[in-house]
């Protein structure tokens, strides 16, 4: 069976949305959630999404022979990360002191208490939760269609804080600023959440079933482009 599009199940969260929302944007292509690394390496096209504490994330993708599987996917083909499927692409997360998928260059921080605090004074809960503007914060293939600071649906107590800034596609505020998503050549990935963002959720992901990217090589010291 051909596979358009593998969802990568790791026991963590419940994916029906996602695959849902896909299905809906998608209704030609052929969807599969899967925990099988041959599927991941078969699809065309793969989305990483999940939820959870950062350690245990990491150990059932483990315990599942995902890693391999993730890691050739995020270089090779059209690549969606969805909250903590952003945050495990990274190098290191605060969250359990864990070591992540070092895909990315950089950690993910949780929310500091002596930060949460509004422009009125008044305390900020975490996680943070609800729908908030997304600033775009590079031009790209996934953001066509959706004007920039469009509200995306956020749920999440950590936040990636990439140490190269040309890898930031977008830009929320709680209170600070801070990085909500990230993209390199056929990678890219959100903070938010896409399938429960209505439709400028939906837009994107169909933006992503339709990316086609294209990897050129850079200068050497350059960045490589993406189209």
Known sequence: MTIDIAVIDYGMGNLRSVSKAIEHVAPDCSVVVTSDPAEVAQAG?????GQGAMRDCIREMESRGLHNAIVSAARSKPFLGICI???????????????????????VRHFPASRMVDERGE????PHMGWNEVEQGMAHPLWQGIPDRS????????????????IVAGWSRY??????????????AVQFHPEKSDAIGLRLL?????WKPQVHAAPEGGASVIV
């Open 45 to 49: 096209r793969v989305v990483f999404p």
């Open 85 to 107: 499927g952003l945050q495990m692409l990274f190098t290191h997360s605060e969250e359990g002191d864990t070591r992540c998928l070092g895909l990315l260059a950089g950690d």
């Open 123 to 126: 305390k900020l809960k975490v």
């Open 151 to 166: 509200r995306f649906y956020f749920v999440h107590s950590y936040y990636p804080d990439p140490a190269d800034p040309a």
């Open 175 to 188: 209170p600070f600023r801070f990085a909500c998503a990230a993209a390199r050549e056929n990678l890219f």
């Open 206 to 210: 169909a933006n992503f079933v339709a």
